[in-house]
T-cell receptor
Framework: GAVVSQHPSRVICKSGTSVKIECRSLDFQATTMFWYRQFPKQSLMLMATSNEGSKATYEQGVEKDKFLINHASLTLSTLTVTSAHPEDSSFYIC????????????FGDGTRLSIL | AQKVTQAQTEISVVEKEDVTLDCVYETRDTTYYLFWYKQPPSGELVFLIRRNSFDEQNEISGRYSWNFQKSTSSFNFTITASQVVDSAVYFCALSEAPGGGADGLTFGKGTHLIIQP
């Protein structure tokens, strides 16, 4: 089946640093990728949608300058949390979908980000 | 706007008991898709089922079964003869398209299921 690899699975860093999370589709071309955030014991909330070759669309309340999304190829999307602070600590999950709205969505295993 | 409500925040049962997780949804779309995912403590999302709005047949997969009722906008999930390995957070989700549409999936808040030995 389709596989989405997300890396790193866990990261701990100091406040003020920038953290990059990668999401790769391993055996299909992901024309659309979604980034979700999940706070402890909370639901998954969509942060942004990115289509290959175009700018990401951010959900209301998500700062695009803080959460930089790059979907430069059909197999890779990156989320960079810039100048991370403790309140950015969360579980980030990406998902990828092939061309067309009827294609299923495949989730990565998530990245647990802890900002000290 | 779409909305998914999982009113049960946490359910605790003893192993081998049957348990039903409730999911109620709201959407203005005539065509939509409903999903259930399992999230074990390790965090990854495990896909369980996808059902489109035109198919109201109940589905059974081993110990899992789903009851979709458009009349009550519900898509409930039942685990029969529960096992400790079923302990996880379960999310119900909604989308206007099979793959999450243009706007991804709308998730409920999840139900934390605890199966005690």
């Amino acid at each position: 089946g389709a596989v989405v690899s997300q890396h790193p699975s866990r990261v701990i860093c100091k406040s003020g640093t920038s953290v990059k999370i990668e999401c790769r589709s391993l055996d299909f071309q992901a024309t659309t990728m979604f980034w979700y955030r999940q706070f402890p014991k909370q639901s998954l909330m969509l942060m942004a949608t990115s289509n290959e070759g175009s700018k990401a669309t951010y959900e209301q309340g998500v700062e695009k300058d803080k959460f930089l999304i790059n979907h430069a190829s059909l197999t890779l999307s990156t989320l960079t949390v810039t100048s991370a602070h403790p309140e950015d600590s969360s579980f980030y999950i990406c998902s990828a979908r092939g061309r067309g709205l009827r294609q299923p969505q495949h989730f990565g295993d998530g990245t647990r980000l802890s900002i000290l | 706007a779409q909305k998914v409500t999982q009113a049960q925040t946490e359910i605790s049962v003893v192993e081998k008991e049957d348990v039903t997780l409730d999911c109620v949804y709201e959407t203005r779309d005539t065509t939509y898709y409903l999903f259930w995912y399992k999230q074990p403590p390790s965090g990854e999302l495990v896909f369980l089922i996808r059902r489109n709005s035109f198919d109201e047949q109940n589905e059974i997969s081993g110990r899992y079964s789903w009851n979709f009722q458009k009349s009550t906008s519900s898509f409930n999930f039942t685990i029969t003869a529960s096992q400790v390995v079923d302990s996880a957070v379960y999310f119900c989700a909604l989308s206007e398209a099979p793959g999450g549409g243009a706007d991804g999936l709308t998730f409920g808040k999840g139900t934390h299921l605890i199966i005690q030995p």
